[in-house]
């Protein structure tokens, strides 16, 4: 079935540093990917998305490129703020099945000064 | 606009309790989804809607969990004989359409079962 798999945090970054965190996934056929964000005390926010493959999703200076040889849609961030301090969820969905998402562990970042 | 809000933002209940936790989904919004959050995981899928009826219920994980939305907006999770398992955050996302590629999330209920 499908699934996802995301690298365990926590992650903590220096202010400006760069970001990835890996996400990798498991499904037949081709499904839409997702990055999801939640900040503290907030819900989940889309941050970006890719509905095929080799489509890049960005958002806020946060990228991801749909890679379907690898089966992974990495998130990246070439300089974070404080304020990206949250907890970022890979997710994949799909138009046909009724769209259930399927979401990896989640990872938390902070940022520090 | 407003987004998915649900109800109540909190609950504690005792072992063996029946609780119902509401979903407002965005006006419009024909989709409307269940998930379950416990502690340090991702949201796991329950139940999805489409309109009034259970389009895909795979994701309840027994008989004492149900969920309705009677006229097509609203929806209610039901938990019967609640379980201290059972503890998680519940959240209720809604989309224009099961093929829209999107989900809006509302804040989740935090359920408590002591």
């Known amino acids: 079935g499908d699934s996802v798999t995301q690298m365990e945090g926590p992650v903590t970054l220096s202010e400006e540093a760069f970001l990835t965190i890996n996400c990798t996934y498991t499904?037949?056929?081709?499904?839409?990917l997702f990055w999801y964000v939640q900040y503290p005390g907030e819900g989940l926010q889309l941050l970006l998305k890719?509905?095929?493959?080799?489509d890049k999703g960005s958002n806020k200076g946060f990228e991801a490129t749909y890679r379907k040889e690898t089966t992974s849609f990495h998130l990246e961030k070439g300089s974070v703020q404080v304020s990206d301090s949250a907890v970022y969820f890979c997710?994949?969905?799909?138009?046909?099945?009724?769209?259930?998402?399927?979401f990896g562990t989640g990872t938390s970042l902070t940022v520090i000064p | 606009g407003a987004g998915v809000s649900q109800t109540p933002s909190n609950k504690v209940t005792e072992k063996g309790k029946y609780v119902e936790l509401r979903c407002d989904p965005i006006?419009?919004?024909?989709?409307l989804y269940w998930y379950r959050q416990s502690l340090g995981q991702g949201p796991e899928f329950l139940i999805y809607?489409?309109?009034?009826?259970?389009?895909?219920d795979s994701g309840l994980p027994n008989d004492r969990f149900f969920a309705v939305r009677p006229e097509g907006s609203v929806s209610t999770l039901k938990i019967q004989r609640t379980e201290r398992g059972d503890s998680a955050v519940y959240l209720c996302?809604?989309?224009?359409?099961?093929?829209?590629?999107?989900?809006?999330f509302g804040p989740g209920t935090r359920l408590t079962v002591l």
């Open positions: 809607f489409q309109g009034t009826g259970a389009a895909d």
């Open positions: 890719a509905t095929k493959a080799d």
């Open positions: 006006s419009g919004h024909t989709a």
């Open positions: 997710a994949l969905g799909r138009s046909n099945t009724g769209n259930q998402f399927y």
């Open positions: 996302a809604s989309s224009p359409g099961a093929a829209y590629n999107e989900q809006f």
């Open positions: 499904a037949t056929g081709y499904p839409s």
